[in-house]
């Protein structure tokens, strides 16, 4: 079954802080992988896509990574900001018109 | 400028009303979808149109149901909702199929309360 997990769970961080946030996949045949950033109560906003050819990302201050190989993918934040307190979902994309697979999210808090 | 914009944001309905929720988009994107998300849990597809062409994931209670009139709008009718059906619900739209890279976007979603 294709499957898309998230570490951590949950995350704490000081303000100014860089992290980064885990996501391991099992879909195949793989077409693409997003991450997205979900505030509480609102919609996901897409950050990046990558493709299988990509290893890495950036948009701002968050950077995902890929690893087709390992099926891995990563997205660091850098000089956290308050703002960036929300949910943020690993979604994959198995090559071929069937669903996406979310993955459950790590939810990130940044306290000052 | 909103491209997707989901009405009401919250929505209270009583266990076995019929209820409906809306969705519009300025993108004139061909896909849009609907989403059920519960508390600390992944979104999950209940149903997609392509154009016209509906798609309705086999998961998907038969309580839930969808029309899309034109390109613009989609609704997501639930006939008699549960209080398992409590829960978010998010629209979303892409140009094209998610295997071909395109952009999926989101509405803010709407809350919706079974009392």
């Known amino acids: 079954k294709n499957q898309v997990e998230q570490s951590p769970q949950s995350l704490i961080i000081l303000e100014g802080k860089n992290c980064t946030l885990q996501?391991?996949?099992?879909?195949?045949?793989?077409?693409?992988l997003r991450w997205y950033k979900q505030d509480t109560g609102r919609g996901p906003v897409s950050l990046t896509i990558?493709?299988?050819?990509?290893n890495t990302k950036s948009n701002g201050r968050y950077t995902a990574t890929l690893d087709a190989d390992t099926k891995q993918s990563s997205l660091h934040i850098t000089a956290s900001q308050l703002s960036d307190s929300a949910s943020y979902i690993c979604v994959v994309s198995e090559a071929g018109n069937t669903p996406l697979v979310f993955g459950k999210g790590t939810r990130l808090s940044v306290i000052a | 400028d909103a491209m997707v914009i989901q009405n009401p944001r919250y929505q209270v309905t009583q266990f076995g009303k019929p209820v409906t929720l809306s969705c519009s988009q300025t993108l004139n994107h061909n896909v849009m979808y609907w989403y059920q998300q519960k508390s600390s849990q992944a979104p999950k597809l209940l149903f997609h149109?392509?154009?016209?062409?509906?798609?309705n994931e086999a998961d998907t209670p038969d309580n839930f149901q969808s029309r899309r009139p034109n390109t613009s709008f989609c609704f997501l009718d639930i006939r008699s909702p549960g209080l398992g059906d409590a829960a978010m619900y998010l629209c979303a739209t892409s140009r094209d199929h998610w295997a071909k890279n395109y952009e999926q976007y989101f509405g803010p979603g709407t809350r919706l309360t079974v009392t």
């Open positions: 996501c391991n996949y099992t879909v195949s045949p793989f077409s693409n």
């Open positions: 990558m493709t299988f050819s990509e």
């Open positions: 149109y392509y154009d016209k062409d509906f798609n």
